[in-house]
Antibody, heavy 123, light 107 residues
């Protein structure tokens, strides 16, 4: 079974740091780019960041650029999101996900998603 | 960034109703669109990928269509377990933006 499990969330003060982890199983982790998506309380889904399969290329949304760093360890089947200079508006459930598997051609969709880990930024 | 709009933002429907949700992109995205169902406290669930392909295990009452800038998600006969929020997402260019969501509630 393909599975993604996030961890590392918690309560942190404004300006603080936190590192999220996403452990993957059930698929060839090193073959997939990995993505982070978040959902603030009462809000919709927001795309955060992506890292390609070998870790050589990354992308960040404008809202987190310069403050968050995505990385991965293919030997541990884990992707990370290092968050620093945290703000109240970073409070959200953070999900990791990957492109859906499909045979032939490009597959435009994310599946599966982890259950998410809650990050609360508050004093 | 590519902006997505969804309509309606909220709809109230009864079990057995046919429901259609529309997603419009601010520029052409070919078929690079997905639809998700999201319930509180759960992980988003992929329903449709590449605009019209039904994800494995998803009931056939769900269908997707469209290309370019206009897309639709249709639920042919709404079931009790379908009451949730539905999001479209474009995967044409970064950031892979989401629509604002459509909440489907019980009439």
């Amino acid at each position: 079974e393909v599975q993604l499990v996030e961890s590392g969330g918690g309560l942190v003060q404004p300006g603080g740091s936190l590192r999220l982890s996403c452990s993957a199983s059930g698929f060839t982790f090193s073959s997939y780019a990995m993505h982070w998506v978040r959902q603030a309380p009462g809000k919709g889904l927001e795309y955060v960041s992506v890292i390609n399969s070998n870790g050589g290329s990354t992308y960040y949304s404008d809202s987190v650029k310069g403050r968050f760093t995505i990385s991965r360890d293919n030997s541990k089947n884990t992707v990370y999101l290092q968050m620093s200079s945290l703000r109240a508006e970073d409070t959200a459930v953070y999900h990791c996900t990957k492109r859906v598997y499909c045979s032939g051609g490009s597959c435009y969709g994310f599946d599966p998603w982890g259950q998410g880990t809650l990050v609360t930024v508050s004093s | 960034d590519i902006q997505l709009t969804q309509s309606p933002s909220f709809l109230s429907a009864s079990v057995g109703d046919r429901v259609t949700i529309t997603c419009r992109a601010s520029q052409g995205i070919s078929s690079s669109l997905a639809w998700y169902q999201h319930k509180p406290g759960k992980a988003p669930k992929l329903l449709i990928y590449t605009a019209s392909t039904l994800q494995s295990g998803v009931p056939s009452r769900f269908s997707g269509s469209g290309s370019g800038t206009e897309f639709t998600l249709t639920i042919s006969s709404l079931q009790p377990e379908d009451f949730a929020t539905y999001y479209c997402q474009q995967l044409n260019s970064y950031p892979f933006t989401f629509g604002p969501g459509t909440k489907v509630d019980i009439k």
